[in-house]
């Protein structure tokens, strides 16, 4: 699975590079180098008198979501967003002017490397009131002095002004199943460095996170002091090297059931 992913990573990365030469597969992952991959959003004038690059935080935004959403009254509702820069991105969902939630690669924390990453997220509202009635969503990317927001997404509610009807459907409230809101399944960053794998879950009662390592075991951090499971369901890893390529899993598990989602972590050469 993870050569798959590693030959699905090339042609991606390499796309965007001008006039790149690719060697074969096992040479040029040996000579990897961060700088190559860390400029996808790279124009012409970035390159240098001497044809050096010239190092740029950038960030791009993808909302799959449509622009108009039509929901019945007490419905649940789920907002997804994509975004992907370097330094890896954090994620913050706006509704109007007001922050709902800010997830993904927090800067302040001294953890966030001059890597790439993508980091996916979702905003759900799990029951749809006559006050969500065009209230408009946003989904904002930011990458160390850049930031992208994605155009509005409004929610237009079916089934009258009454509130009877969606109370009733919501008459339980609160979330109970786990979700995973925010995660991220493609990291690049590099060796040396520390990083830290976001998962950020929630339900009721809250879930325990855990990870699972590349052979689909559970991590332990006993047995390797390079691993560490944070409080914030994130999985930091120091000094990140060579080996620590492949896939890594996050679970989100509760008596109510669990939720997973995967990782891709994939280590650098500095140049």
Not at 24 to 34: G, T
Not at 132 to 155: D, F, R
Request: charge should be negative; charged fraction near 20%; include cysteine.
């Amino acid at each position: 699975m993870a050569s798959s992913r590693i030959a699905i990573l090339l042609v991606f990365t390499v796309s965007s590079i001008h006039a790149a030469i690719i060697p074969s597969v096992p040479e040029y992952l040996e000579q990897n180098s961060l700088p190559l991959f860390a400029r996808l959003g790279e124009k012409e004038d970035d390159f240098g008198e001497r044809g050096g690059l010239r190092r740029r935080d950038w960030v791009k935004v993808s909302v799959t979501t449509p622009q108009f959403i039509r929901v019945p009254m007490g419905a649940r509702v789920e907002l997804h967003c994509d975004v992907m820069g370097s330094p890896p991105p954090s994620v913050q969902w706006n509704r109007g002017l007001q922050t709902l939630q800010e997830q993904g690669f927090e800067e302040s924390n001294d953890i966030g490397g001059t890597g790439v990453a993508k980091v996916r997220s979702k905003l759900v509202i799990d029951c749809v009131l006559p006050h969500h009635q065009s209230m408009q969503y946003t989904c904002k990317g930011i990458s160390g002095s850049q930031a992208v927001i994605s155009n509005p997404i409004t929610l237009l509610v079916q089934g009258g002004n009454s509130t009877s009807l969606g109370s009733e459907r919501c008459r339980a409230g609160g979330i109970k199943v786990p979700r995973i809101n925010s995660w991220s399944p493609i990291i690049m960053e590099t060796m040396g460095t520390n990083i830290a794998l976001p998962c950020f879950a929630e339900g009721n009662p809250r879930p325990t996170v855990y990870w699972l390592d590349k052979k689909n075991e559970p991590i332990d951090e006993s047995s390797d002091s390079r691993f560490k499971m944070l409080e914030t369901g994130e999985l930091l890893i120091t000094k990140l090297n060579w080996e620590d390529m492949g896939d890594y899993k996050c679970v989100a598990e509760s008596p109510q059931g669990h939720e997973t989602a995967e990782t891709f972590l994939y280590p650098m050469l500095q140049e």
